[in-house]
C-alpha cells in the first residue's frame, strides 16, 4: 500500500471522525424524535411519508433493521401513492436481506421490480432478487431474475455484474454448457473490458471446480494472452497461481514447479502461496518485513487482544491483521457502513455475541470502547474459526462479506485449499481485503511470537 504524508493521514482520519460523528447524531436525533411520537400503546404515529423515508434512511444505514422496517411499512400502508413508495419496497427488501431472511425479502423486491420498473429502487430490488436466490441456493431461478435485468435494463447500474452473476449461478446450478454461453455472451457485449476478463476468469475457476485441468490451462493461458487486469477481479499473479495449480494437478509437476518459482519472486498474495509451495515462504516474508519499517505492524491493546484471543483460542496476530487492516488502531473510526471501533462491528453482529463476551446490555457507541470492541470482536472471530474450521482465509472473507457468502464461495472451492477458495470470492472488496489480512498475518507471525512478543 503506498503510503500517505502524515498531514493527509490526519486529515483523513479526521475526516473519518467527522463522518462517523455524523451519523451517530442523525442515528440519535432520529432515536430521541420516535421516542416521543408515539402513542400511548407504543405505536409509531404517522407523520409524512417524505420524514418516514428519511428516518428509515437513517436507520437502515446503520443497520437498525426492525427500527428501519417501522417506518418503510408506515408508508406502506399509509402512503400507496407517494413518490417514496418504492424506496419503503425496496429498503423492507434490503433490511431483510441484511439480515439473512432471503425469503421473506424476496417477496419484497418482488413488489418493488414490478411495480416500479421505471425507478432505480426498481432496478435495484430485481438485481437483489437475484442475489437472495443465489444464497438460498435457487440458481435457476436466480439466473433468471439476472437474465431478466439485462434484458429490462441493458444500461443499468449493475448490467456487467448481472452478466458475472449468471455464469456463476448456472454453474452453481451444474448446467456447464450455459455457463459457458454467457462466457462468450460477456465477451461479445462487453469486449476488451474488465468484464470479459472476469468473465473468463469464471471459465477458469469453474474448470478447475470441475478437475478439466486441460481447459483450466486453456482459460488461464487466454487471460494472460490479454493480459487486461487492470479494474477486474483478477491480477496476473492469481492467473498464474491458478494455472500453474492446474499444471500441478494434471501431472505436469516440473513445469508446475518453474512457474511456481517464477511467481514466488512476487510479493503478493498468490505470491506468497508459490513460496509455501516450495517451502520458501519464511526468507519471502522476511524480505517483505524488511522493505517496511517494523512500526507498520505495531501490537497497540497488546495486553486485551492476549487476554480475549487466548481465552478463545485464536491466534492474537491474527485479531492484530484483522485490526490494522479495519481500522488502523483507531478505536473512533466509523465507516459508511455503520461499522464501529477497532474491529469494526456492526450493531447487529456485536448483539450476537455480546452476551457471549460479557456484556447483557450494549449501546452503539460502547463499540468505541477498545476493551469492548475487542472483547466482542474476538467472539466473533472465534465462532467463524469454528465454522470455517481454521481456513484463515475464509474468516477474513466471512469478516468482510459475510458468513453466507463465504460459505458459498468455500462450497465451490475444490479442492479446499486456500488459493482456490480466494479465486472464488465474488466481491472485489473483499477480495482484496483478504489478500491483505493475510499478507498482514504473514508479517505478524514472522515478527512476533503467539505472546505478541518481539522475535
Partial sequence: MK????????????????????????????????RSNRSAN???????????????????????????????????DNFPDAPEMSYALMGMGRSL????????????????????????????????????????????EA??????????????????????????AYREA?????????????????????????????????????????????????LLALNRFSRSMV???EISYMRAFALEKSGKRAQAQAEYSVLAANSSYYGGLAADKLGGSGSRVKRIVASSAVKDYPVPFRNEVLEFAKKKGVDPRFVMAIMKQESTFNPSVKSPSAARGLLQLVVDTAAKYQVAAGYQE???????????????????IADLKGQFNGLYEAIAAS????????????????????????SEIGFAETKNYVFKVMNNYRAYRELYTDRLERK
Avoid at 486529515?11 to 442515528?27: E, P, R
Avoid at 462450497?411 to 482456490?420: D, M, Q, T, V
Wanted: charged letters at 25%.
Fill in 174 to 222: 451444474q448446467l456447464y454448457d450455459k455457463a459457458n454461453d454467457w462466457v462468450e455472451k460477456a465477451r461479445i457485449s462487453f469486449p476488451g473490458t474488465p468484464t470479459e476478463t472476469n468473465a473468463i476468469d469464471g471459465r477458469l475457476r469453474m474448470e478447475i471446480f470441475r478437475k478439466n485441468w486441460p481447459a483450466a490451462i486453456s482459460a488461464a493461458d487466454l
Fill in 42 to 76: 407504543g405505536d409509531l404515529l404517522p407523520l409524512s411519508a417524505e420524514e418516514h423515508a428519511a428516518r428509515g434512511r437513517v436507520y437502515l444505514e446503520n443497520r437498525h433493521f426492525p427500527e428501519a422496517r417501522e417506518h418503510f411499512q408506515l408508508i406502506i
Fill in 97 to 140: 436481506m441484511w439480515e439473512r431472511e432471503y425469503d421473506k425479502a424476496i417477496p419484497w423486491f418482488e413488489r418493488a421490480s414490478k411495480e416500479y420498473p421505471a425507478t432505480k429502487d426498481g432496478r435495484e430490488s430485481l438485481a437483489f432478487l437475484g442475489a437472495c436466490n443465489v444464497r438460498l441456493g435457487r440458481n435457476i
Fill in 143 to 168: 439466473a433468471a431474475a439476472y437474465e431478466k435485468y439485462t434484458v429490462m435494463y441493458p444500461t443499468g447500474e449493475r448490467i456487467e455484474s448481472a452478466y458475472l452473476n449468471i455464469i456463476d
Fill in 399 to 422: 469478516y468482510n462479506g459475510g458468513e453466507d457468502n463465504a460459505a458459498r464461495w468455500l462450497a465451490r472451492s475444490e479442492p479446499k485449499e486456500a488459493g482456490i477458495f480466494a
Fill in 3 to 34: 503510503k500517505i504524508c502524515c498531514t493527509v493521514y490526519i486529515v483523513l482520519l479526521c475526516t473519518i471522525a467527522s463522518c462517523a460523528q455524523s451519523s451517530d447524531g442523525s442515528l440519535r436525533n432520529v432515536t430521541s424524535k420516535d
Fill in 235 to 237: 491480477s496476473k499473479d
Fill in 362 to 380: 450494549l449501546q452503539p457507541d460502547d463499540l468505541y470502547n477498545p476493551r469492548t470492541n475487542i472483547a466482542i470482536g474476538v467472539e466473533y
